[in-house]
């Protein structure tokens, strides 16, 4: 039983909560029946967002925020552990960093997979990801598989799940139905010269991510070799083969579809690492771009970095599994 001296106290809406050792803040919270929104639960989509009086357990997670949400004391509930017998004043934020989108359509790119387009009055750069809200607790983020236009649209890729709290209702959301969302966030984005050599590299629907960044880089006058490799586990779950067939002639661009299981017409059965490292041995004054799992992006963030990469040049887009195994993304 832990001992009553242990627990820190958490102030939130007139009330006065305990936070047993080891639990975070939004934890704390929902157990004394608050609702307080949350989606990945490790740090990534910023759903979670409170705000709190300076203390050490709020400052510790304030990792990934902007200097202006630092400042103005947000931080991640479900990354804030408070130390024993701390007490923390804790508060919902007064401007909600929220937008409303309006639904323009879903489309199916194959099995499971379906792109959502959005309209949304928001800035952002390929690449980036937001973060969607079914309700007030309920939230999953997406890379943004677009160009920003005057059209003000968000194409996201979203892997249907039929058990998945948000792909499975913002599939069936109706056009014109109104949603909240968050972002964009990630620094995963095209930012290097014209002549540098680009390796994309997406697991899943990473391809989104990868793909805008890809039109981005064409639609800037990209000239030195651009090598687009995407993998999904079953060649089932594959999409976008047709990808080639969307881009401008007469750019230096290569682009391989492969999976580990099964086999389709334009796609080779074989792994991401193993092409990467066959492939690619010498990746000196190339720029590097990942979206997938972790352990994806570790491993071949590692390998793009022993074969020559400058780390500068390594950009990565991370799947976190959330609280039922759901997919979010975190820029590293
Ligand atoms: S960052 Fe806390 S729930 Fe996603």
């Not at 029946?33 to 304030?62: I, K």
């Not at 990354?79 to 639904?103: G, I």
């Not at 014209?194 to 981005?216: E, K, R, S």
């Amino acid at each position: 039983m832990d001992k009553p001296s242990q627990t820190a106290r958490i102030r939130f809406d007139g009330c006065d909560i305990a936070c047993r050792p080891g639990q975070s803040v939004l934890e704390a919270l929902e157990q004394a029946g608050h609702r307080v929104p949350s989606g990945c639960r490790s740090g990534a989509c910023q759903a979670c967002l409170l705000h709190a009086d300076d203390s050490e357990a709020t400052t510790a997670a304030q990792a990934g925020l902007s200097p202006a949400q630092r400042l103005t004391g947000l931080f991640l509930s479900c990354q804030c552990r408070p130390a024993a017998n701390e007490q923390l004043h804790v508060r919902r934020p007064a401007d909600s960093p929220r937008h409303v989108a309006r639904v323009l359509g879903q489309t199916w790119l194959g099995a499971s997979v379906y792109r959502l387009r959005l309209h949304c009055d928001i800035d952002y750069l390929p690449g980036q990801y937001i973060t969607l809200f079914r309700d007030d607790c309920t939230a999953r983020s997406f890379s943004i598989a677009s160009l920003p236009g005057p059209d003000r649209q968000i194409d996201l890729h979203v892997r249907h799940r039929r058990d998945g709290a948000v792909s499975d209702w913002a599939a069936r959301l109706k056009p014109d139905s109104q949603l909240w969302l968050q972002g964009p966030m990630g620094r995963c984005v095209y930012a290097s010269p014209a002549d540098q050599p680009l390796l994309l590299l997406a697991l899943g629907t990473g391809l989104g991510a990868m793909t805008a960044i890809l039109h981005h880089a064409l639609s800037r006058g990209h000239r030195a070799p651009i090598h687009l490799l995407a993998a999904t586990r079953r060649a089932v779950d594959a999409y976008g083969l047709d990808l080639r067939d969307q881009l401008p002639k007469g750019h230096p661009v290569t682009i391989r579809h492969m999976a580990l299981q099964g086999q389709r017409p334009g796609m080779e059965q074989q792994d991401l690492y193993d092409a990467v490292r066959a492939g690619y041995p010498d990746l000196a004054g190339w720029a590097v771009h990942l979206c997938g799992s972790e352990r994806m992006v570790a491993t071949l963030r590692r390998h793009a970095f022993v074969a020559g990469a400058a780390m500068r040049d390594i950009h990565a887009d991370i799947f976190h599994s959330g609280t039922a195994g759901r997919e979010v993304r975190n820029s590293a």
